[in-house]
């Protein structure tokens, strides 16, 4: 078995023993079988091989860790009520000792908008300081 790393694949054709694989760089490799672990972009994986009912709908959680004052709210790791975005928010202290919140659900239309903003802070702040 070989690991390749930074070697994006552009383009998978089946083959009777399996697959070749073809990356960015234009390198062929031949697999028996293939895992689409491509997280963010598994759907793009998925249609190159001909599955193309498998739907992706990008989220992005954001945490919210507090001084380790405050970890005295939770003695627990705490879960939400799953919803239909799943479990949504925890409630944890960190190995460290501080209080950490998170991750919210926010639907993005940009697979690559990995930021951060200050209104997922500030929507939370309330609940934080009663």
Known sequence: MTLKLSSEVAHIQPI???FTLTTQNGEKILA??????????????????GINDYHLTPRRGQYVI???EQNYLAKSVIFQVPTKLGKVILVTTTYHG????GPNAEEIE?????STDDKTLLLRRPLLLK
């Open 32 to 49: 028996r079988y293939v895992v689409n672990a491509a997280g963010i972009h598994s759907d793009q994986v998925a249609g190159m091989v």
């Open 66 to 68: 507090l001084d380790k």
């Open 16 to 18: 009777d023993t399996g």
């Open 98 to 101: 501080n209080l950490m919140i």
């Open 110 to 114: 940009d697979k690559e908008d990995v």
